[in-house]
């Protein structure tokens, strides 16, 4: 429950009420920069670390970035995902601070008849959070030194929870200006961060329901929608990927969550259900891979949330064993500069339905040929009930090389049929 004063944003009162807020943080912030410059040049960096450790700590996980962590994403227009165009963000102004005091949260607020203010903490993050935003990280009140500090402290010490989507995990892996000189220190939040989940939304797409009786262009139509979030996924996750392989080494705890709303109230035929799940997974998999056997200090952990199909999460972090010399030797089959994920996408159409030769351009692998898929890549026979591979992974049609799926060979081929 928070309570916060909101004004409406166009009247005399609200433009008063901020012209004096703003006066207040100007001498808030004369204060803050003597009491920061005194501590800096008086105390060790020992006891400064001490200092920023209270100011700090949570002792709960700190959900940042897009704040989608407990409702649906549900912009799929938008899922051409945000990224920041610069290769900095700044801390917030003071103008910008001003406008979240006076006008925060309005279209997700209730007024109770006590007169307290309700918001709804599944659109935004309770007030008490300390989030990046706050004037304890900016330069403006803090001074460079003691805001780089305090920002180093913040993000080695807690735990931090990010979404996939709107250029999420893209802005950890950007540095905060903290100067405009050319040679300041800046500060990128995965080099400190050593404990992060990372929530991949796929519960926002409603997959058009496959069955063998629907026409195999409707399958293959909702086939490329399919495909179109798996890319998406794939390519919110690629700048995480270079920078965290490419940071100091340090201890780094992973959880990935895999966010899904597969069963939407209907059932479905478990071959299609697996069959998506799959791709999901594949969609992940090289990321995954590459935080286990190619970073040191890392430790990660797979889960998949659903509350359609399961009431708790299940653990899915046992369906990846391959070894690391298994994974170099999957790279080394691979072409030079090649994503190889999609060459192993599961598609809702069966073997008898295509010819050799439009097979052959389409890409992809049959779902009347997932069993032995499973059995191949992923050592299990099925992916709703096995939380662990059951035997190893074999090396033929499925392992390491795969089939790559044809977008525009599919789009030709729905124009055909």
Known sequence: MSSPNVYPRT???????????????SS?????????ALMYKKLPREIRDVIYCYICLEDRQIPIGPYYHFRKYDLLERDVERTLEADQIKPSSDEQHAETWLFSHVDAQTILPDGRIRTDHDVYPQDDFLMPENHIFNP???????????????????SFSVCNVEGGLDSLCTSIKLSSKEMAVDCVPIDYISDLQIRVKCEHFDVQRSSPSDILRSRLEGFAEEERLLRRTVESLARFRSKVRTSTPRELN????????????????????????INMLQAMRTCIYELMHEREYTTIRVTHQDDGLMAFPKTYTGLFQLTKEQWNYEKCKQRPNHDWTQDFWILPIEGDELSEDDFRRLGGYYINCKDSFLAERWGTSNVLHDTNSKSPVVEGFAWPIGCPYNAAAAYVLCERL
Not at 140 to 158: C, F, H, I, P, R
């Open 11 to 25: 009247s005399a009162a609200g433009e008063d009420k901020k012209a004096a807020f703003l006066s207040l943080m």
């Open 28 to 36: 808030a912030r004369s204060d803050c920069l003597s009491l920061s």
């Open 140 to 158: 403006d009140y803090m001074g460079e030194n003691v805001a780089l500090e305090t920002l180093q402290v913040y993000y080695k010490s807690n």
């Open 254 to 277: 992973v959880e990935i969550v895999l966010m899904s709303d597969l069963k939407s109230g209907s059932e479905w035929d478990s071959v299609y259900l697996q069959a998506r799940i």
